[in-house]
């Protein structure tokens, strides 16, 4: 009999406080920095984000999504053998974010380690993930895309600052006799990383270079079009699947002009297109994740449904999961 992964349960979690357009405009404003409600929503589809209080950390956010999803897969955090964390923007320098987000979850014992993929991390995680059960290393994953992108961007640049937002949304990752991930595409492009990046580093007690986000926007735009229509073509022929079988496609959640023109190339009529990129921003890791679950809760994915994630982003990284919800 073959193993397969199966996602049991899904959960997600905002911070409480949202930011909308007209917030952030006034907010800038007072710091001589123009922007408006229009120009964000006419470029990006974003209309409002969630940003973390002081003191609040990724491992806060992902503990609250983990519970949720636990609770919807009706799972106890102790039956959990392996976690893993997709984050850009993790509590410390060292330990990872999964480690102290096991000792919150009331948890010992099981592997717990992050992963760096900025916003295609959730795809990396839950290929990992995967191929950790299908060959037996683990039962049961919690696979966690987690965000305080508010923590490095710098509200003197209106190009990047009006587009990330914070939050989290993990999945419960089970073996199965069933699939469950039906096929996997991971990419990365190193030579591309001056086009997204935050480049400082600690150093000597100090911050070396600059710690904030910096991004060519058409230049990842340009970039992200082509290589999301590839990954979602090489997913679909690894499964022996067509475009015609995709039910929901959720991708990275950074524009809506770049989801749309994704759908179109798979022929996907727009309302099978998840967008939560009005409400969240971009969320970086957990874009993917807490747009599937809000699908989820809102009825529209359901059991026996395949879907298409995919994630782009910082690297240049790339890559896609076709599933059986
Ligand atoms: O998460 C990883 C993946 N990331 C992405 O996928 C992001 C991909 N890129 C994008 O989404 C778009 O390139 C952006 C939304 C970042 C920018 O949209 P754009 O249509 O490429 O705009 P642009 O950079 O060409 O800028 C157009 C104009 C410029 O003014 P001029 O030079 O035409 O006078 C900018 O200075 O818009 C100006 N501008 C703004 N105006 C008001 C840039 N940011 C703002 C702003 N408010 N916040």
Redesign the pocket.
Known sequence: MSRYSRIAGTGSYLPPRRVTNQDLAAELATRGI???DD??VE??GIRARHFVDAGVNVSDLAAEACRRALEAAGREAASVDLIIVATSTPDMVFPSSAAILQHKLGIAGCPAFDVQAV?SGFVYALTVADAMIRTGSASRALVVGAEVFSRILDFDD??TC??FGDGAGAVVLEASDEPGILATDLHADGKHVGI?CVPGTVAGGKVLGDPFVK?D??A??KL?VGVLEDSARATLAKAGRTDADIDWLIP?Q??IR?MQGTARKLKLPLDKLVVTVDQHG?T?AASIPLALDAAVREGKVRRGDTVMLEG???GFTWGAVLLDF
């Open positions: 123009e922007t408006s120009w964000i470029r990006t916003c209106r190009t009006v587009l997204l991004m926007g058409q990842v735009f992200a990275h950074a524009n770049i971009n970086s782009v982003g910082g």
